[in-house]
């Protein structure tokens, strides 16, 4: 499988800048996995060594770079404000089985988008910009059909990012070993999605 470049991999939108994480991105990590409001429907608080001694693990990437995590920054004022993922959706387990991803095959499991931005950034749209751009990169450089999503049932902001990004609602499933909400899109229903513009994608 083709290798992609650092420059590939980085992902530019309108007002954000997409890059794959690295061990330089703990200052974010801590972040927003010290603030129960953010990790509220997404995990357990975790304490900043336990952090720090996953960062590795996390900074992994599968498919020739396709399959990871990105840091999200401002582009106006060089801030980290979040992160977006395409990852291996755990299904019985409650978190992403990393022995998954590979550097030269796609994971043997459906792909899942997501993101977490700092407080003081929500409602300013940076979700669904970073969620559309994730989607392109996925439909472009990837040979994936198929985006999941999953969310808490009472995460209603995140249901209402997947759903403005193209993703269609499928009801309650069992994912990160719990019932979720669902959503997916195909390639085709990301083909013929209402046209954004190519820069807030
Ligand atoms: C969920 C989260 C990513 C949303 O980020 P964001 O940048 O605020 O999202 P956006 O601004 O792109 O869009 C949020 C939308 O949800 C709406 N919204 C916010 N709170 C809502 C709620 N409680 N119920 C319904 N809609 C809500 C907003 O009005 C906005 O819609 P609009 O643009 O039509 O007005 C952010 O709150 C977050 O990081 N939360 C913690 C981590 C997390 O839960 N990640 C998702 C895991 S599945």
Redesign the pocket.
């Known amino acids: 499988m083709q290798q992609l470049s650092d420059a590939d991999l980085v992902l530019e939108t309108e007002r954000l800048v997409l890059k794959p994480l690295t061990c330089e991105d703990l200052d974010i990590v801590l972040e927003?996995f010290t603030d129960p409001?953010?990790?509220?429907?997404?995990c357990d608080l975790e304490t900043p060594e336990q952090l720090e001694s996953f960062l590795p693990t996390e900074c992994q990437r599968g498919a020739g770079g396709r399959i990871g995590v990105w840091t999200v920054t401002r582009k106006e004022e060089n801030k980290k404000i979040?992160t977006g993922i395409l990852l291996p959706l755990p299904i019985e387990k409650d978190d992403t089985d990393w022995s998954l991803v590979v550097q030269d095959t796609y994971p043997d499991a459906e792909i899942e988008v997501?993101?977490?931005?700092?407080?003081s950034?929500?409602?300013?749209?940076?979700?669904?910009?970073?969620?559309r751009r994730l989607l392109k990169f996925s439909f472009e450089k990837t040979t994936l059909d198929v985006i999941t999503?999953?969310?808490?049932p009472d995460?209603?902001?995140?249901?209402?990012?997947?759903e403005?990004s193209g993703l269609r609602s499928e009801g309650l499933r069992y994912a990160y070993a719990c019932q979720c909400s669902s959503f997916r899109i195909s390639r085709k229903d990301w083909l013929v999605r209402p046209l954004v513009s190519d820069a807030a994608e």
């Open positions: 927003l409001d953010v990790v509220r429907y997404v979040g997501g993101y977490m931005f700092i407080k950034e929500w409602g300013k749209g940076f979700a669904t910009e970073t969620c999503a999953t969310a808490d995460n209603h902001a995140s249901h209402h990012v997947l403005k």
